[in-house]
């Protein structure tokens, strides 16, 4: 699911294409939305909007991945990768951004580094950082 292979957990929900759910979601792992879900998400774990999925409200997660459409406010607590196709519309934080060519995304970001929302490690904080990925020409 995560290209980084950072997801940690088990798929714990699935809302299937041709379903949709009104309301507050709430889950302990990774949940993955191919369908449509309006309202709020609030979660330790990992969303995944699938191509198909369709996101609208406010998000609150560890981490999102967005093959699909994600509208609203959201708040990832270590990154957000938004896939070619993918597509966010919306305020957005996170101490990390990753938008692969092809992907859109519309909206303010604001980008503060994990340490400073998180319990302090022995590691030192880094700044927010935004990584583009580029299709390899072929020469």
Same mark, same amino acid.
């Given at each position: 699911m995560f290209k980084s292979g950072e997801a940690k957990g088990d798929l714990n929900g699935f809302l299937d294409a041709g379903s949709h759910m009104d309301g507050e979601l709430s889950f302990e792992d990774t949940f993955r939305v191919d369908g449509k879900l309006s309202g709020k998400v609030l979660s330790k774990g990992d969303l995944v909007v699938g191509e @198909?999925?369709?996101?609208?409200?406010?998000?609150? #997660? +560890?981490?999102v991945y967005v093959s699909g459409t994600l509208k609203?406010?959201?708040?990832?607590r270590k990154r957000i990768e938004i896939t070619a196709g993918g597509r966010v519309l919306g305020d957005i934080q996170t101490p990390t951004l990753v938008i692969e060519e092809g992907?859109?995304?519309?909206?303010?970001?604001?980008?503060?580094?994990?340490?400073? @929302?998180e319990p302090k490690s022995e590691s030192p904080? #880094? +700044?927010?950082?935004?990584?583009?990925?580029?299709?390899?020409?072929?020469?």
């Open positions: @198909r999925g369709e996101v609208d409200g406010t998000v609150e #997660v +560890a981490r609203g406010v959201i708040k990832a992907g859109f995304y519309e909206g303010r970001c604001t980008m503060e580094p994990a340490a400073q @929302r904080a #880094v +700044a927010g950082v935004v990584t583009p990925l580029k299709a390899q020409r072929e020469s």
